[in-house]
């Protein structure tokens, strides 16, 4: 008696649980029991199947020596509650009713244990260490990674500027988590860079970074260097930063880009020099210089030489245009009426043509490279009727490097512009002046004489050409 009572004490949580069992419902937890089936044997069978297999039996009150699957002859068929075990799983009771005669198969799910851990790595002291689980990021420390397997497992943990560490942890069915406190130590390293000329824009790995010279620290590894300027050639550097060291970089001298200088002349043509040295035609192809200061200097048959003193920078595209000055001069021609032929020295230069804002005169004719001293122009028209002959020569002074104007003053001709043919038959000539409101004719047959025609007297009124055919 004393050693029932004495077993009984220690095991009473295990026997009033037992108890508990066998008074509520079967448990669900995705296990199935399959209806017993006939048997010619007068004892009862159990089937036990679990999964994962490898589970502990514990029935009447002893724990069998097989592990699932395994079936098990029962001599006295009854209700019994069935316990699973089996390391790493949650422990399963499960209430069974064996009838005699009769094959009972129990299949049951074993629920895996899960646990916790705590992830508290820092860097520099510092919390915010990214934690990555199975390749997924599962947050910055501190952080409790929930539902974790039993048994061993691999974080990473990561931070910028610092060198990534691998961990492994064993986790168990316990409370509180175990904890991972690793800290994390730096990567970077220091860099110098310097430029000739200073302030050019620095990128590192294609990132601008700032500018010429400058100072900052970087991961360890392989990086690619590019420093950029206006005017100059990129220049490209490779590097290694090695961890908790500095790294400079030789001066980087910027090569300059050619600047492209293109010349153009007023009048065109010329021969260009640059510094004295013969370049071909001022107006061709353009010239690559390197950056610096230049004498441009354009010669020209019958004008002055033209110089201008430039500087270009590197990479500059320039173009410069030089208005050129004549040694000799010019005339601006413009005549009354337009369309008259105009003569200097006797050669013909050209026609005259009517200027859209004033029919009545003509717009500029420009005759150039004329010599210095005193020239003839002429100006013809067939009908003209004054001056005798429909010629008028006037002697103009031309001036070196000028221009001089000869205005319709100087030259006009009288050329009738109209035909009137009369009912009469008669048929009139003269410039026309205006119309009368009463429709009648103003025009002037001659010189500086107005005449009106009734317009019952015309018969037809026709335009003559304006120029000399």
């Known amino acids: ?181 690793t800290e994390l130590t730096s990567n970077r390293g220091g860099l110098f860079v310097k430029s000739i000329p200073e302030k050019a ?93 230049y004498t441009i200097r354009v010669e020209k048959d019958g004008f002055d030489d033209t110089v201008e003193d430039i500087v270009l920078k590197g990479g500059e595209k320039k173009k410069l245009t030089l208005r050129m000055d004549t040694v000799m001069g010019a005339l601006e021609i413009v005549t009354k009426p337009a369309g008259v032929a105009v003569f200097v020295d006797g050669k013909l230069v050209g026609r005259s043509k009517a200027d859209p804002a004033n029919p009545k005169i003509s717009g500029v004719l420009r005759v150039e490279n004329l010599r210095r001293g005193k020239h003839t122009v002429t100006v013809t028209h067939k009908r003209a009727k004054r001056p005798r002959g429909g010629r008028l020569s006037v002697e103009i002074e031309v001036k070196k490097g000028e221009t001089t104007r000869v205005d319709q003053h100087q030259l006009k001709l009288w050329v009738p512009d109209i035909k009137i043919l009369m009912k009469s038959g008669e048929v009139r000539e003269g410039i026309f002046l205006y119309n009368q409101p009463d429709g009648s004719l103003h025009y002037e047959p001659r010189p500086g004489m107005g005449v009106t025609l009734k317009k019952e007297l015309i018969r037809k009124v026709e335009k003559l050409p304006v120029e000399d055919i």
């Open 201 to 293: 824009d620095v990128k590192i790995n294609d990132v601008f970074v700032g500018e010429t010279p400058l100072k900052l620290s970087l991961e360890e590894g392989q990086h690619k260097l590019e420093i950029h300027k206006a005017g100059y050639k990129v220049a490209y550097r490779d590097f290694e930063i090695t961890r908790k060291q500095d790294t400079v970089i030789p001066v980087v001298k910027l090569i300059p880009l050619p600047a492209v200088l293109r010349v153009t002349t007023v009048p065109a043509g010329g021969r260009l020099f640059i510094n004295d040295t013969p370049k071909g035609d001022a107006n061709g192809d353009p010239v690559a210089l390197e950056a610096g200061r």
């Open 1 to 181: 008696m004393k050693k029932l009572l004495s077993y009984m004490k220690k095991n009473f949580a295990a026997i009033c649980f037992c108890a508990a069992v066998l008074l509520i419902l079967p448990v669900l937890s995705g296990c199935s029991e399959k209806k017993a089936v006939k048997t010619t044997s007068a004892s009862s069978k159990v089937v036990f199947h679990t999964v994962p297999k490898g589970a502990s039996i514990f029935i009447a009150g002893r724990t069998l020596q097989k592990v699932t699957p395994t079936t098990v002859a029962v001599n006295n068929p009854g209700v019994y509650v069935v316990k699973f075990s089996l390391p790493g799983y949650k422990t399963q009771w499960k209430k069974v009713e064996l009838k005699k005669g009769r094959e009972t198969v129990v299949e049951v799910k074993l629920a895996p244990l899960r646990s916790s851990l705590l992830v508290a790595a820092k860097a520099d002291g510092k919390n915010g260490v990214q934690v990555h689980y199975m390749g997924k990021f599962m947050g910055e420390t501190p952080i409790v990674l929930r539902d974790l397997p039993l048994g061993k497992g691999e974080i990473m943990l990561s931070k910028k500027g610092y060198a990534s560490i691998r961990e492994t942890f064993q986790v168990e069915n316990q409370l509180p988590p175990p904890a991972i406190t």
